[in-house]
């Protein structure tokens, strides 16, 4: 199983942390069981589940530092990884940059398990490929799709007894839908920490209306144009500038949040006043493990006030050379926003596009954090408050940061997965005006 | 595909204990150099052959494989991390029932493998049920007992930590004393020693080397607020150390004046000039957009080559297999038939898994099928996609490609990417009688950005140096460059290789595909290519 009891993990920590005979050492006992089934062409391709347990062992000798890690829990491999972790500190250079261990910390439980999640069956797999496949052959349609589900655990222990132990759950969704001449696709993601909200067969419907109302797309000429990004389409953008929500970076001048002549731009009006952004490890629906990497206590803080700068991610050493408190990193982002569906925001837009989802993003210039990327998988043509066609894909140049500047209106967020990022993210559709198209794409 | 895998490597160096599973378990130094013993790695693999014919599988492969990786990261002055990794284990993959089945096990007893054996059988049996047609093999005659080893002349893995740490503080020295303010450099080191055996009756043992020296080097005015990066203009090569000697042999010296790397890396003259480079963006007059004649060095094309061809010419994603993550492909199968002119008579590209110094090279792919050269395109017209053997009857041929690989043991091994090289031009032509013949246009020195829609026509590609052409001759460098493409069109504008004398290699260690995600590591090599009229778009923006 990849889940240890609470007892079960403090004693194999509390051995561990017992043998090392250096300055100082940190025990992180993390596993998961996780599951996955995968489809294409109306057909299961493969399934699978993976256990995995790793204890990852850090010691110090004054500012040298060794990592080892092993997924063996008897007396003789306990030994030998806080050994092995001990070799490499001693051949490590200093680091000048070194930070002792975080003194014991007082953990507030999140709620980041759920027994539905944690007991999905192969069965249930099979059932949710079962019911995409089926949905889409009974309308001549092509179903691609992938569900993985993970419930795991993290404990931890340093030499100083910040101790901490948690499960967690979660599964994410993906379905692209294909018209059989495939001139149409649509897809649909979902993404939940407590199984019991997720029901396949009313999501696939999503994806195949999409994928039949996107076959006999226009081309409209590249520019600028109000869009309505769904949530998925929107994190995309979003989680790749987060990334850069460092202070260090910002202080040191070679970020988009470094201030002209010297310093961060901590507090000053970044973003459109109606912008706001935090984080929260108890966040209902998006909750996440209540420490950091560094086994630092997660609270809810501010990120973006009325658009305004209200925090930025200092390291601990960072923290401790500019005279900050250390703060634990942030595990989620909550994007606040309205009550307004994605539909409701289609209504009042007099001429716009609606983009399902954005792929393939990457950064064109960090100095700006100018973004290219493309639409897929339903992108329309709105006007008069109605979809009126599908249009051809667009490829996009535009930054988060100038888009943030040009929001028209907020709907109501929604808990996303992007492609390529880990954060646990809530999001609004957002209606944007003046975003960039800068060619015509012709895949669908 | 290419994950942020190097960004997520360069903050490691915080957390220490977050490390992505992808890396294995850190081990100590000194058993990098060791090996797990081929009789022993025999006896499992018969063991888990016999148990799965035993349940009833008609086909078993077995890979015993352990993989190694060391990382040592630093920035500046300080050493930020050093690990080594192993990920030791079995992947077992079975035909029954007509079905594929798949398990591994990281226990590395007989009775272990022939447990997940059994387990493997048993999945195959419950896909068949509502498998529609049976797998269909591609034949491969067995090879009996062979061993093949990555032709390194040093071992990576055995150079000392101090040797490495050294060389990387000079580098650091070197961009720092020329003018940088931040460098952060890498070296990323990777040894899979992989066993592959098959009821077909072959037992292949191969130890494969890679090697990635990395950098970053940042300039920053902070009077106006700007910044610009250089990164390596080496390439990941599968070679030993000695990539690192910094011969003068590897060393060309283009028009340009910028100095690029072959089968040799001087990763401290590259620092410093590096650092010369990133002021110099700084400064650097902003391109004005439109139409230009692009002159792409090997540096830059093994990225436009890597997603404009390689990807879509994988014949799962031509198929649709990988619709719902890596995408599909407008090269579709009626392409194929009719051999369309996906480049002009210039461009002849060929995929293969045995070119030496390159990621992909091996004698055996991961299913046991001897590795060989095959073309894609010839004389602009495609005529092949890259296939493993479940699929080699779907576009009619007889054998496999030999290009299916998985990245662990406990991955399943599926179709990737071989490395897919643009052939240099049959007539003798050097770069500078290249550049004599163009008007305007642009020269681009390494690979920036890069994005390509799901079925990989409209692509965007940056760089990392930036050189004007007027009247046959670099002028001056510039900045904000990047070119928007739509595939066909752009291979069709191809004017001109330059000779074998300028052939170079470039490549990732980061391919991603399949879910759950795999990585793979490929190279692309080319000669400088000549593109004509081009679409050149300005990237500068201002957040006011």
Same mark, same amino acid.
């Given at each position: 199983m990849g889940i240890m009891t609470e007892s079960q993990a403090k004693a194999i920590l509390t051995k561990v942390v017992g043998l090392s005979k250096a300055d100082q050492c940190t025990a992180q006992l993390g596993g998961s069981t996780r599951g996955n089934i995968r489809f294409a062409l109306n057909n299961v391709s493969t399934s699978g589940v993976l256990d995995n347990i790793e204890l990852a062992v850090q010691v110090a000798f004054g500012k040298r530092v060794g990592t080892a890690t092993i997924n063996q829990f008897d007396d003789a491999s306990l030994e030998r990884v806080v050994r092995r972790a001990e070799e490499l500190a001693r051949l490590a250079p200093e680091n000048p940059e070194f930070m002792p261990v975080v003194d014991k910390q007082t953990f507030t439980a999140t709620p980041t398990f759920s027994t539905g999640t944690a007991g999905i069956t192969p069965e249930y797999r099979a059932k949710v490929a079962a019911e995409s496949i089926d949905a889409c052959k009974g309308a001549n349609l092509v179903a691609a799709g992938y569900l993985e589900d993970e419930a795991g655990f993290v404990a931890f222990l340093n030499s100083r007894g910040n101790y901490g132990y948690q499960t967690a759950t979660s599964t994410d969704y993906t379905c692209t839908v294909r018209t059989a001449d495939g001139r149409g696709s649509g897809w649909v993601g979902h993404n939940v920490?407590?199984?019991? @909200?997720?029901n396949a067969a009313e999501d696939v419907r999503v994806a195949m209306r999409k994928a039949s109302a996107s076959a006999e797309a226009k081309a409209l000429e590249p520019g600028k144009y109000t869009v309505i990004l769904e949530p998925a389409a929107a994190a995309g953008l979003i989680s790749f500038m987060m990334f850069f929500f460092d202070a260090r970076s910002a202080d040191e001048g070679r970020s988009f949040l470094s201030k002209k002549g010297g310093g961060n731009k901590l507090g000053e009006q970044v973003y459109g006043p109606q912008v706001n952004m935090f984080t929260d +490890?108890?966040? +209902?629906?998006a909750a996440v493990y209540p420490w950091d990497d560094d086994g630092l206590p997660r609270q809810r803080m501010p990120i973006i006030e009325n658009g305004k700068v209200a925090n930025l991610n200092y390291s601990r050493y960072w923290a401790q050379k500019q005279g900050r408190p250390a703060m634990a990193r942030p595990g989620n982002i909550i994007m606040t926003g309205g009550t307004k569906s994605t539909a409701d925001l289609v209504r009042t837009t007099e001429r716009g596009i609606l983009v399902t989802r954005t792929w393939y993003i990457r950064m064109?210039? +960090? @100095?700006?954090?100018l973004l290219t990327g493309l639409t897929r998988d339903g992108t329309f043509y709105i006007e008069n408050g109605q979809i009126r066609y599908p249009i051809k894909n667009f490829r996009f140049n535009e930054s988060p940061v100038i888009m943030l500047n040009n929001v028209e209106e907020f709907g109501k967020p929604v808990r996303v997965k992007s492609d390529e990022a880990d954060t646990t993210m809530v999001i609004p559709p957002m209606k944007i005006r003046d975003f960039t198209f800068t060619s015509l794409s012709d895949a669908v | 595909m290419h994950r942020r895998d190097f960004l997520a490597l360069s903050s490691m160096g915080v957390g220490g204990l977050a490390l992505p599973s992808i890396f294995g378990k850190a081990i100590a130094a000194e058993e990098l150099g060791s090996a797990l013993d081929v009789g022993f790695k025999k006896g499992l693999a018969d063991a888990a052959m016999n148990a799965a014919t035993a349940a009833g599988a008609s086909y078993c492969d077995v890979r015993v494989g352990r993989y190694l990786r060391q990382f040592v990261i630093t920035r500046e002055r300080n050493v930020q991390n050093i690990v080594n990794t192993e990920s030791t284990g079995v992947g077992i993959r079975v035909i029954a029932g007509g079905a594929w089945g798949f398990a591994a096990t990281n226990e590395l007893t007989k009775d272990a493998v022939a447990r997940a054996a059994g387990q493997a059988v048993a999945i195959a049996k419950a896909n068949a049920v509502r498998q529609t047609a049976p797998v269909q093999l591609a034949p491969v005659k067995g090879v009996g007992e062979v061993a093949w080893r990555t032709p390194i002349v040093k071992n990576s893995m055995q150079v000392p930590i101090k040797e490495k740490v050294d060389l990387l503080m000079s580098v650091n020295d070197a961009a720092l004393g020329a003018g940088a303010d931040f460098i952060q450099s890498i070296l990323f080191l990777v040894n899979e020693q992989k066993y592959f055996a098959s009821t077909d009756g072959s037992y292949i043992d191969q130890d494969v080397h890679r090697i990635w020296p990395r950098m970053s080097v940042t300039a920053v005015d902070k009077a106006s607020g700007k910044f610009r990066t250089r990164d390596e203009l080496a390439a990941p090569m599968g070679m030993g150390y000695e990539y690192m000697d910094g011969a003068a042999s590897g060393k060309t010296v283009l028009p340009c004046g910028v100095t690029v790397f072959g089968k040799s890396y001087d990763m401290i003259a590259d620092a410093a000039a590096a650092a010369r480079h990133a002021r110099a963006k700084l400064t650097a007059p902003s391109v004005k957009p439109g139409k230009y004649d692009l002159v792409l060095d090997p540096s830059h094309t093994w990225l436009t080559i890597h997603e404009s061809v390689g990807h879509p010419l994988e014949l799962d994603r031509v198929l649709g297999y990988e619709a719902n993550y890596a995408g599909t492909s407008f090269a579709t199968m009626d392409k194929l038939q009719s051999r369309f002119q996906y480049g002009s008579d210039k461009v002849n590209i060929v995929a293969d898994k045995v070119q030496p110094g390159s990621l992909g090279a091996v004698a055996y792919d991961d299913e046991g099928v001897k590795t060989k050269q095959w073309d894609l395109i010839r004389d602009g017209k495609l005529i092949g996609y890259q296939a493993i053997r479940d699929q080699a009857h779907i576009e009619g041929k007889t054998e496999s490609d030999g290009c299916c690989y998985a990245d662990s043991w406990s991955n399943v091994q599926f179709q990737r990417m071989a490395n897919v090289s643009l052939q240099p031009g049959k007539t003798p032509m050097s770069v500078a009688d290249m550049i004599g013949g163009v008007e305007n246009g642009i020269y681009i020195i390494g690979d920036g950005s890069f994005s390509i829609d799901q079925q990989r026509y409209n692509a965007q590609f940056g760089g990392q140096l930036f050189f004007e052409i007027k009247n046959g001759k670099v002028t001056q460098q510039i900045e904000d460059v990047a070119y928007q493409i739509r595939t066909p069109e752009f291979w069709n504008a191809c004017a001109g290789v330059c000779d074998e004398r300028d052939y170079r290699l470039g490549g990732s260690f980061f391919d991603g595909k399949g879910q759950p995600s795999q990585v793979s590591a490929v190279s692309h090599g080319s000669s400088t290519a000549r593109f004509n009229g081009i679409n050149v778009i300005n990237t500068a923006r201002t957040l006011g």
């Open positions: 920490q407590d199984i019991a @909200q997720f +490890p108890a966040y +209902p629906g064109v210039d +960090p @100095q700006t954090v | -």
